[in-house]
Structure formats: C-alpha cells, structure tokens
Nanobody, 125 residues
Framework: VQLQASGGGSVQEGGSLRLSCASS????????MSWFRQAPGKEREFVAA????????HYADSVRGRFSVSRDNAKNTASLQMNSLKPDDTALYYC???????????????????WGQGTQVTVSS
C-alpha cells in the first residue's frame, strides 16, 4: 500500500488549508486513514482519523471544531480540511493507514502500518 499526501503550505493565523492522502487501492473492513503531525523537537501526535467504510471520524481535542476529515472512496482518498489555523498547528503532517486497527488504538502511531510522506504546514502570526 502506498500513500501519497498532497496539500499543505504557508498561511497566516486564521487561514485555511486542505490536505489530501490517496491510498493505492487496498480496502478492508477495518480500513482507517488518519493524520498525525510532528513539530520540531516534539513527539508525533494524532490529529484526526476516519473509518473509510462508515465515515465515522475521530479528532484530537486540540483540533476538534476547526479541522474536518472526510473521505472520497471512489478515489480511496482522505482529506483534512483545516480552518482557523493557529501558529501551534505548524508541523510536518503525515497521513497513515491501517486495515487492522481497533478503536482504542486509533490515536497511536504504532497502530498504523502504512505512512505517506510528510507535508509541511506553516502558520504565521
């Protein structure tokens, strides 16, 4: 499985960006696609996840209400719409996929076997 991330860039505080992650075709009954981010000197942290079958979504508290994750199954793609961006959102964003995940493991990077390349998001004040 290959994940191809796109989007990202630089915006001012309060702006919006959209990230997309395309998966190379594999599906399954527990197919989740998620977004993580990592700022310099910090641990990689969970941002959002979507069940690609049910569309059920999960969010980190820090982004709930500002970020929205969605799917386009026809293209096996998950997108992350990021609104009201803050300087603290500045990080390298990664998409990840799992076909075996359980609910309690969704926020943990170790639960994902497939990763896309990082895409930089920079928010200036």
């Amino acid at each position: 499985v290959q994940l191809q991330a796109s989007g990202g860039g630089s915006v001012q505080e309060g702006g919006s960006l959209r990230l997309s992650c395309a998966s190379s075709g594999r599906t399954g009954s527990r197919f989740f696609m998620s977004w993580f981010r990592q700022a310099p000197g910090k641990e990689r942290e969970f941002v959002a996840a979507i069940d690609m079958n049910t569309r059920r979504t999960h969010y980190a508290d820090s982004v709930r209400g500002r970020f929205s994750v969605s799917r386009d199954n026809a293209k096996n793609t998950a997108s992350l719409q990021m609104n009201s961006l803050k300087p603290d959102d500045t990080a390298l964003y990664y998409c990840a996929a799992s076909f075996t995940i359980i609910m309690s493991s969704i926020p943990f990077a170790s639960a994902y076997g497939y990763w896309g390349q990082g895409t930089q998001v920079t928010v200036s004040s």
